[in-house]
């Protein structure tokens, strides 16, 4: 009895140990490292100094595939400024493999990194609860945005406000990031059980 109790309540503080790490507004954002569709490691680290945007993607979600017909993503990115911002998809989706994201990839015509996270590990280092949801990071490494890419989940308002692009211009202009969260809203990450 008191080993298995022993081992529920470490258990119990591996969780709350990695809980307490993530990703949370206004800290440091958690460093990780990921290999992308071609087998190039990514490390957050060694971006310090732009701002890095991650996207967490499933190209099976409704909601990813008409934010990509639409161009939201792509479009968002192409107007930043390369030199200073990074774009990095993440796909947690627990079937994923590169040749999958290589196909998506090339169909939808982009060019940033879509890096393999199948155990999931960085998906739920950082909270990601659905895809899409967005991360703005600044130059110094800190997390400035969580959430939605924008005030629209249903895909039916004419004018909408795109808090990732809002949130680019804010960081590049030299100010603070004036929405800091929103709902994300998507289809669920399709993590490892």
């Not at 790490?21 to 190039?40: I, R, W, Y």
């Not at 968002?76 to 030199?83: F, I």
């Not at 997390?143 to 039916?156: E, F, H, K, S, T």
């Amino acid at each position: 009895m008191r080993k298995t109790l022993s081992l529920s309540t470490f258990a119990l503080a591996l969780a709350f140990s990695a809980w307490a790490q993530a990703a949370t507004v206004g800290q440091a954002a958690p460093d990780f490292e990921l290999k992308d569709e071609e087998g190039k490691t990514h490390k957050l680290s060694q971006y310090r100094g732009k701002i890095v945007v991650l996207e967490w993607v499933n190209p099976e979600c409704p909601f990813v595939k008409r934010h990509y017909d639409a161009r939201t993503m792509q479009t968002t990115w192409e107007g930043s400024d390369k030199e200073k911002v990074v774009w990095l998809s993440i796909d947690s989706t627990h079937h994923n493999t590169p040749e999958k994201s290589r196909e998506w990839k090339k169909a939808r015509g982009f060019s940033y990194p879509v890096l393999q996270d199948p155990d999931g590990k960085v998906g739920k280092l950082y909270g990601a609860k659905t895809t899409p949801h967005m991360y703005v990071i600044d130059q110094e490494g800190i997390l400035r945005y969580a959430g939605a890419i924008d005030d629209d989940p249903r895909g039916n308002k004419e004018k909408k406000t795109n808090y990732v692009q809002a949130a680019l211009a804010e960081l590049l202009a030299g100010k603070d990031v004036s929405v800091k969260t929103s709902q994300p809203y998507g289809c669920t990450v399709k993590y490892k059980e």
